[in-house]
């Protein structure tokens, strides 16, 4: 599956953002896509993941209440919706995506297996 990430950008504090990843080449509809983001120095972390077949969704708890995670099965599109956003939110942020569901364990970055290439979130304060 090849991924492509997009909607990065500069925004100030309280601002929103809307990341899209857009999937092609994918031959299965039990899939699990999710966002991680990584600021400099720092080991990537997981952000939010939805499943496909059954459109469940977990978040970090630094996001919950701020962003939102949706898939648009007809356009094999992932959205992460991200209002209220503050400096500690600026990272690159990437999509992943595995053929495997997981329940537990999906915040991860060693269980994904196709990765887009990263876009820039920066949040000013």
């Known amino acids: 599956v090849q991924l492509q990430a997009s909607g990065g950008g500069l925004v100030q504090a309280g601002g929103s953002l809307r990341l899209s990843c857009a999937a092609s080449?994918?031959?299965?509809?039990?899939?699990?896509t999710a966002w991680f983001r990584q600021a400099p120095r720092k080991e990537r972390e997981f952000v939010a993941v939805?499943?496909?077949?059954?459109?469940?969704?977990d978040y970090a708890d630094f996001v919950k209440g701020r962003f939102t995670i949706s898939r648009d099965n007809a356009a094999n599109t992932v959205t992460l919706q991200m209002n209220s956003l503050k400096p500690e939110d600026t990272a690159v942020y990437y999509c992943?995506?595995?053929?495997?569901?997981?329940?537990?364990?999906?915040?991860?970055?060693?269980?994904?297996?196709?990765w887009g290439q990263g876009t820039q979130v920066t949040v000013s304060s």
């Open positions: 992943a995506a595995d053929p495997f569901v997981y329940v537990s364990g999906y915040d991860s970055p060693r269980i994904y297996h196709d």
């Open positions: 080449g994918r031959t299965s509809s039990n899939y699990m």
């Open positions: 939805i499943r496909w077949r059954t459109g469940s969704t």
